[in-house]
């Protein structure tokens, strides 16, 4: 069966530092991956997807980046972080079509 | 684009009774699926269940069944025997070959 993780659950950063947060998919190959950041209570927001290695499509300018250096790899980064970029990030993966997206446990995000 | 709106920001049930919670979405596609996801305050996104638009008998998984009227492009959530466990955050969501897009989601409140 397929299983994603991620890691790490919970992360308070000062403003201006580095920013690295992974997703890994278990137990299947060639997923579309995808990065949502949630404000406290309120929807998602679509971050970042990828269909394949190396292949990233950004949905909202912002100073955040993503990469996929393997296929079941997906790691979301800053260079520096800013307090609006607190929020509880998820990591999400599908298989190819229009079916079900399955999400990782999240990370919670406090920028200082 | 398409598009998935959900109404109501909140609502809540008595512990037993019945509640059903709205969503609208436009799209020009003929073949998609319909999701309803539940994110408790564990924040864990859990799929509760799934509609392919080409069947017209509407899913049911135990507690929880949809009314899929497609020409009128609704998708509304019955849950049934409400308990303390079904507060959360209710999100729809649309999925075609090309997009996920997530409705901005109903809090669901049970009330003992």
């Known amino acids: 069966s397929q299983t994603i993780h991620q890691w790490p659950a919970t992360l308070v950063q000062p403003v201006g530092s580095p920013l690295s947060l992974e997703c890994t998919v278990e137990g299947t190959s060639n997923p579309n991956l995808y990065w949502y950041r949630q404000a406290a209570g309120r929807g998602l927001q679509l971050l970042f997807y990828?269909?394949?290695?190396?292949?990233i499509s950004s949905e909202v300018p912002q100073n955040l980046s993503a990469s996929r250096p393997q296929d079941r790899q997906f790691i979301l980064s800053s260079k520096k972080l800013l307090l609006s970029d607190s929020g509880f990030y998820l990591c999400a993966w599908r298989a190819g079509g229009p079916d079900t997206q399955y999400f990782g446990p999240g990370t919670r995000l406090t920028v200082l | 684009a398409q598009t998935v709106t959900q109404s109501q920001p909140e609502m809540s049930v008595q512990e037993a009774e019945t509640v059903t919670l709205s969503c609208t979405y436009d799209?020009?596609?003929?073949?998609?699926?319909l999701f309803w996801y539940k994110q408790p305050p564990s924040r864990q996104m859990i799929l509760v269940i799934r509609q392919e638009a080409y069947k017209q008998q509407n899913a049911t998984e135990n507690r929880f069944s949809v009314n899929f009227q497609k020409a009128a492009k609704s998708f509304s959530l019955k849950i049934s025997d409400s308990q303390l466990g079904d507060t959360a955050m209710y999100f729809c969501a649309f999925a075609d070959g090309q997009n996920f897009v997530f409705g901005p989601g109903t809090r669901l409140s049970v009330l003992p």
């Open positions: 990828s269909v394949g290695i190396g292949q």
């Open positions: 799209t020009s596609e003929n073949n998609y699926y």
